[in-house]
């Protein structure tokens, strides 16, 4: 499958079932060139609001287990640090090896402050959305 078609169609799924209950799921645009070169707009990929789940998240796809920060990154955290604080959910997702996974944001602003650049994903858990919003309808 083309590099970043997995994710992108899973986190599409997912905005669909979010939308089909009520919600509103959105993807960001941020101006890029050709090349794919970010060169203004959002700081984030997704913005999730149920009444119950308020999330921002940004997905990225890596080619192995681990995770090299680059600035974009940083920036991206900052930014999602502030909904966090707001009372969103704020992480970032991982398609790698076969799987989609998820960290905190607070988690990674911690590595980011032990001057790490490079983060090992066996620490993620699993990111299944929809799983979740289910299970949490069923237990209300």
Known sequence: MQRGKYLEKNINKVCKYIESIGGFAYKMQPLRTQ?????SGEP?????VLPDYKA???AKEVKTNKWHIVPKDIKQCNEMKKCKNAG???YFIFYTNGEVKTLDVDYVISILKSDKKTIDLSNATEWDLIKYLKEKRTNE
């Open 35 to 39: 090349e794919g070169v970010y060169i």
């Open 44 to 48: 984030f990929d997704y913005i999730v």
């Open 88 to 90: 969103f959910r704020a």
């Open 56 to 58: 921002v998240f940004d």
